[in-house]
């Protein structure tokens, strides 16, 4: 019984680490769909789903690949700072957890954080040249996706590096280095990663934010549409009563 209960406790601990990883290559994914996107020689078609799919599988994919070891044996899961939260086993000198951790801040890090740099570097580059041309509304947006380019780097930077610093100071520094008090904004700021990114992609595209803004009036017209439906049923339900009654 105790056993299936520190398993219960591993494999939550190991959904919520996943769940964090989600919201950090989803950043990758969607900083190569933009510039797939914005580079490609065809128009963006927005009803191509599949493509939507894949880039969530990819993301999910490619978080179970690196939070599921974990749980079979590749380092392990434990207490995180003061006790009330768990993650990765930061603290443990073995080979087994090191290698672990330095994959896991190789590719789920550093990896996603040039993917990023990459595809907004070569879209800033693709709209600065457009700029050339256009020099009045091209300014205009290259100041946009600058801003926009900035800013993500910036929250990607802010909300994970911390946390990936303290991860490997823990584990390659001096035993009682990183104190339960120091872990834990590290801790908070890579957990509000999936709080700000919604954030930063519907008020920083104005095609979401518009979107965004649509849907309450999308929602009050349907509902209103349903009400007027569900009215004149029923008149009319009234009125065939009303007209059976009469002929009897």
Known sequence: MQRLLLLTKAALVSLVSCHSTVSLISLAVLSYERYCTMMGKTEADATNYRKIA??????????????????????????????????????????????????????????????????????????????????GMGRTREQRVLLMVVTMVICFLLCWLPYGIVALLATFGKPGLITPEASIIPSLLAKTSTVVNPIIYIFMNKQMLSNFCEMPKSFVHLKLQEYLQDDQTGSKKQKGTADFSFAE
């Open 54 to 135: 894949m880039g969530i599988l990819l993301s999910w994919g490619y978080s179970l690949l690196w939070t599921l070891p974990p749980l079979f044996g590749w380092s392990s899961y434990g207490p995180e700072g003061p006790g009330t939260t768990c993650s990765v086993n930061w603290y443990a000198k073995d080979a087994n957890n090191i290698s672990y951790i330095v994959c896991l801040f190789i590719f789920c890090l550093v990896i996603p954080f040039l993917v990023i740099c990459y595809c907004y570097g070569k879209l800033l580059y693709a709209v600065k040249q457009v700029s050339g041309v256009n020099k």
